[in-house]
C-alpha cells in the first residue's frame, strides 16, 4: 500500500515538472541567449579594445623609431651626446613599458643595430630599469640573431626567450630574469653578475667563460652544450638541475673546469670557501721602504697612516721576526680598514658565515692603564650609519707586541665590515700605538 502511494505521488511530480518544461526550457532559453549576447557584446568589445591597444602600441612603437632616427641624425645629437643618450633612455623606458614582446624586441634591435647597446663601445644607452617582459628573439632561417656584446645590465622582464642567438660577451649584469630560456646560443665570456635567473632554463648553449658571480640560479637549469670554464662564485644553485659536467668537466673530456668558490650547490651545502686574507697591506714589511699606506686611515681624518721600522721603537721581543716594520698610529686616535664581503653574500645571508680578525698589537712606553681596542662594524652598505651591530672587544695591560683576535658570526645582510684599532693612552707624551700582521679569514659555521 505504501509504496503504491509513493510511486503514485512520485508520477505526479513528474507530471507537474512536465507541464511546466515547455516554460522552463523557454525560461533557459532566454537566460542561455542573453548570456550569449551578453558574451558576444563582451567578445566584440574586447576585440574592439585589442585593436585599439594595437593600433595604439603600432601608433607608439612609430613615434618612437621617427623620433629616434631624427635624433640620430640631427646635428645635436653628437654635440650633446649625454644628453642625447639620457633622451633616448627615457624614450626607450617609457616606450617599452607600453608595448607588447614583438615590438620590444623590435626597438631592442633598433637600438642594437644603431650601436646604442653594445659593450664594447664607449657611447651607450643604459637600459637599466627598464621592463622587457615578453622579449623573443629567435633565430630562422629567414632571420638571424646576432647580438654580440649586446649590453642589457639592470633590465627586468619575464617570459624572455633568446633561441639560436649570438650572445658572445653579452653583459647581463644585475638583470631580474627569472625564468628566461636560453636555447642553442653562443654565450662566450657573457658576464651574468648578481643577475636574477631564478627559473632559468639553458639547454645546449656555448657557454665557454660565462660569469655567474653572484647569480641567483635556485631552481634552474643548466644542460647539455659546452659547460666550460665558467665562472660561479657566490652562485647560488639551489634545487637547480644542472648536468653532472658542470661540476665534473674534467671527467667529461673537458679542459677546464668551473668555479664554485663560495657558492650554494642544489643540495643545499657549501664547499670551498674562499680561504684567502681579506686585508689589504696587512703586513707592514712589504712596504717597508714607504713611509705611508692607503689602505690604513685615521678615522679623524682619513689621512693615511705611518709605516715605521721597528728600530725605532725598540721591542724587547724578539720572537716576532717577521716584522721589521709596523704600522704606526698616534694615541687617542682610530685607524680603519673596510672590507667588502660581496663575494660572500650567500654565505652571509645564510647564516653561515663566520670571520677570523687576528692583529700583533703593542704600544710603545705601556702603562697598564693603556687600552686597545679592536672593532668589528657591520654595515649593510658603504656609508650607511647603522652602528648597532658590531663586536668591540679591549684589552688593557698591553705589556708587549701581543696577537689578539677576534672569532664571530657575520650577522645576515652584512656587506662591509669595517674594521677599527684604538688606542687610548694614559701615559707621558712619548707614546703611541703600532700593529702588524692584521689578517681577516671569513669561514664556514660548521656549529
Ligand atoms: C658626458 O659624460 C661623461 C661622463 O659620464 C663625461 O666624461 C663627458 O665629458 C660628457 N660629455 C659631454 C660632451 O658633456
Ligand atoms: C642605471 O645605470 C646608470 C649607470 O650605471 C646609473 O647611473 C643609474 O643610477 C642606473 N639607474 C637605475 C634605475 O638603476
Ligand atoms: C673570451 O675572453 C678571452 C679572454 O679575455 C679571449 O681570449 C677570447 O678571445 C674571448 N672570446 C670571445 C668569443 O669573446
Ligand atoms: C629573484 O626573482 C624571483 C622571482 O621573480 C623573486 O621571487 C626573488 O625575490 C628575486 N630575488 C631577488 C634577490 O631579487
Ligand atoms: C651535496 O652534494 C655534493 C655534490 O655536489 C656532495 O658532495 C655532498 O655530499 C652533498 N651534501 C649533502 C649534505 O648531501
Ligand atoms: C720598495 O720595494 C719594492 C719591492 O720590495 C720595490 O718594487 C720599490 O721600487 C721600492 N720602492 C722604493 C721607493 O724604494
Ligand atoms: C730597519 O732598520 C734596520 C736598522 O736601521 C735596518 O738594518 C733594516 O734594514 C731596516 N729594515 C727595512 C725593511 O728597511
Ligand atoms: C684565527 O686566526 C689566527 C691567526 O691566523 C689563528 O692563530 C687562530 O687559531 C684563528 N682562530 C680560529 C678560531 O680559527
Ligand atoms: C699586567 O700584566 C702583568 C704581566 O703580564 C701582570 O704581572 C700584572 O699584574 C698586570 N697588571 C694588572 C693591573 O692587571
Not at 190 to 219: C, I, M, V, W, Y
Not at 268 to 297: M, Y
Not at 343 to 348: A, D, E, K, R
Request: hydrophobic letters at 40%.
Amino acid at each position: 500500500m505504501e509504496k503504491r502511494k509513493k510511486l503514485s505521488k512520485r508520477l505526479n511530480i513528474i507530471k507537474l515538472l512536465l507541464a511546466a518544461l515547455p516554460t522552463v526550457a523557454f525560461g533557459v532559453f532566454t537566460i542561455v541567449f542573453t548570456l550569449q549576447q551578453d558574451a558576444s557584446a563582451k567578445a566584440t568589445r574586447e576585440q574592439d579594445q585589442q585593436q585599439a591597444d594595437e593600433t595604439n602600441r603600432r601608433l607608439i612603437f612609430k613615434e618612437y623609431i621617427d623620433d629616434m632616427t631624427d635624433l640620430l641624425l640631427s646635428k645635436r645629437y653628437d654635440t650633446n651626446i649625454n644628453e642625447s643618450l639620457l633622451h633616448i633612455r627615457v624614450q626607450t623606458l617609457t616606450v617599452l613599458r607600453n608595448l607588447d614582446g614583438a615590438r620590444k624586441s623590435d626597438v631592442i634591435r633598433f637600438l642594437y643595430e644603431s650601436h646604442l647597446i653594445h659593450s664594447n663601445q664607449p657611447i651607450k644607452v643604459h637600459l637599466n630599469g627598464s621592463d622587457l617582459t615578453g622579449l623573443k628573439f629567435i633565430k630562422s632561417s629567414a632571420e638571424s640573431c646576432d647580438l654580440t656584446d649586446i649590453y642589457l645590465p639592470g633590465v627586468y622582464g619575464e617570459n624572455i626567450l633568446f633561441e639560436g642567438c649570438l650572445l658572445d660577451r653579452a653583459v647581463f649584469d644585475h638583470a631580474e630574469m627569472c625564468g628566461t630560456v636560453f636555447q642553442s646560443c653562443s654565450l662566450v665570456n657573457s658576464t651574468f653578475l648578481e643577475t636574477n635567473l631564478t627559473k632559468a632554463h639553458f639547454q645546449d648553449n656555448q657557454l665557454f667563460a660565462a660569469k655567474f658571480n653572484g647569480a641567483l640560479l635556485s631552481h634552474s637549469s643548466i644542460k647539455g652544450g659546452v659547460l666550460q670554464g665558467m665562472d660561479f662564485t657566490n652562485a647560488d644553485l639551489y634545487q637547480s638541475d644542472i648536468d653532472h659536467e658542470v661540476f665534473y668537466p674534467l671527467a667529461h673530456g673537458g679542459l677546464i673546469a668551473n668555479i664554485f668558490i663560495n657558492a650554494r650547490h642544489p643540495n643545499g651545502s657549501f664547499f670551498a670557501i674562499d680561504t684567502n686574507d681579506l686585508i689589504v697591506d696587512g703586513q707592514a714589511q712589504t712596504k717597508c721602504n714607504q713611509s705611508r699606506t692607503l689602505s690604513w686611515l685615521n678615522a679623524l681624518n682619513d689621512n693615511p697612516i705611518e709605516i715605521i721600522n721597528r728600530s725605532q721603537i725598540d721591542l724587547q721581543d724578539t720572537s716576532i721576526v717577521e716584522s721589521d716594520c709596523v704600522f704606526r698610529f698616534d694615541q687617542n686616535t682610530f685607524v680603519y680598514q673596510a672590507i667588502l664581503l660581496q663575494s660572500f653574500s650567500l654565505l652571509v645571508d645564510q647564516k653561515q658565515a663566520l670571520f677570523n680578525f687576528s692583529v700583533l698589537i703593542g704600544t710603545k712606553n705601556p702603562t697598564v692603564e693603556d687600552e686597545i681596542s679592536i672593532s668589528m662594524l657591520f654595515r649593510q652598505a658603504e656609508g650607511s650609519f647603522d652602528y648597532k651591530q658590531r663586536v668591540i672587544r679591549s684589552f688593557k695591560n698591553i705589556s708587549s707586541f701581543q696577537l689578539y683576535s677576534i672569532v664571530d658570526a657575520i650577522p645576515p645582510k652584512t656587506a662591509f665590515l669595517l674594521i677599527s684599532l684604538g688606542c687610548k693612552t694614559v701615559g707621558s707624551k712619548d707614546q703611541w700605538c703600532f700593529f702588524d700582521q692584521a689578517k681577516l679569514f671569513v669561514s664556514k659555521n660548521t656549529s
